[in-house]
C-alpha cells in the first residue's frame, strides 16, 4: 500500500493567519489527491480533489497544490470555522489511504 | 438526492465476526463504486478497501487481507462490509463512502458518505 505522511500532526494558529498543511507520498501518486475537512462526530467533507481543484461550495480561501510526491494544502486567511482536522488521501489504483491527520486549533 | 445509509451500531466479542450493510438509493447503484472507511475513537481515517458495483471486484488495504469481505447486492442497492477475528483494535466508526458524478478518473476521492456505523470490540 502507498504510504502518506501528514505534517505537522497538530497546528495552533490564530483567526488570519496564513496556515500551510503538508503531504508526502510514499511513491508517486500523479495528482491523484484530495484533501477533506473533519469536525468531531461528523463524515469527512471533500475539499480538494485532483491536487488543486476546489469542490463545489468550499471557499476559495482552500487551495491545494502539489504532484508526484509531494502536495500541500493552504488556507489564506484562516476563519473561526476552520479550527478541525484535516486529511489528505491518495486515490491511486483502485487504493485510498490516508495521511495521520492534521489537527488545526486556536492559538 | 444521494443517500448512503448504514445499518446500526454493533457490540461484538473478540474472535467474533461483524457485517455492517450500506444502503444506498438517489442513484443507479452500479453506476459507482462503493468504499469503506474506518475511524477509531480519537485516531485518523484508515482506508478499508474498495468495490465495483458493476462487477464485484474488490481491493482491501493489506492490513486486512484475509479478515475483510465486501460484498454487493445490486438487487437491495445494498453494500456489505464483513469483518472476522474481530480484536478490541477493530473497535471503531465504520463508512461507507461514494464518489462525486465530476469524478472520472479509474480510482476516486468520495464525496458521499453513510452516516457510520460504531462498531465496539470488546469481551
Known amino acids: 500500500d502507498i504510504q502518506m505522511t501528514q505534517s505537522p500532526s497538530t497546528l495552533s494558529a490564530s483567526v488570519g493567519d496564513r496556515v500551510t498543511i503538508t503531504c508526502r507520498a510514499s511513491?508517486?501518486?500523479?495528482?491523484?489527491l484530495a484533501w477533506y475537512q473533519q469536525k468531531p462526530g461528523k463524515a469527512p467533507n471533500l475539499l480538494i480533489y485532483?491536487?488543486?481543484s476546489l469542490a463545489s461550495g468550499v471557499p476559495s480561501r482552500f487551495s491545494g497544490s502539489g504532484s508526484g510526491t509531494e502536495f500541500t494544502l493552504t488556507i489564506s486567511s484562516l476563519q473561526p470555522d476552520d479550527f478541525a482536522t484535516y486529511y489528505c488521501?491518495?486515490?491511486?489504483?483502485?487504493?485510498?489511504?490516508f495521511g495521520q491527520g492534521t489537527k488545526v486549533e486556536i492559538k | 438526492q444521494v443517500q448512503l445509509v448504514q445499518s446500526g451500531a454493533e457490540v461484538k466479542k473478540p474472535g467474533a465476526s461483524v457485517k455492517v450493510s450500506c444502503k444506498a438509493s438517489g442513484y443507479t447503484f452500479s453506476n459507482y463504486d462503493i468504499s469503506w472507511v474506518r475511524q477509531a475513537p480519537g485516531q485518523g481515517l484508515e482506508w478499508l478497501g474498495w468495490i465495483s458495483t458493476y462487477n464485484g471486484n474488490t481491493n482491501y488495504a493489506q492490513k486486512l487481507q484475509g479478515r475483510v469481505s465486501m460484498t454487493t447486492d445490486s438487487s437491495t442497492s445494498t453494500a456489505y462490509m464483513e469483518l472476522w477475528s474481530l480484536t478490541p483494535d477493530d473497535t471503531a466508526v465504520y463508512y461507507c463512502?461514494?464518489?462525486?458524478?465530476?469524478?472520472?478518473?479509474?480510482?476516486?476521492?468520495?464525496?458521499?458518505w453513510g452516516q457510520g456505523t460504531l462498531v465496539t470490540v470488546s469481551s
Open positions: 485532483k491536487a488543486s
Open positions: 511513491q508517486s501518486i500523479s495528482s491523484w
Open positions: 488521501q491518495q486515490y491511486n489504483n483502485f487504493s485510498g489511504t
Open positions: 463512502a461514494r464518489a462525486p458524478p465530476f469524478c472520472t478518473s479509474v480510482s476516486c476521492f468520495f464525496y458521499y
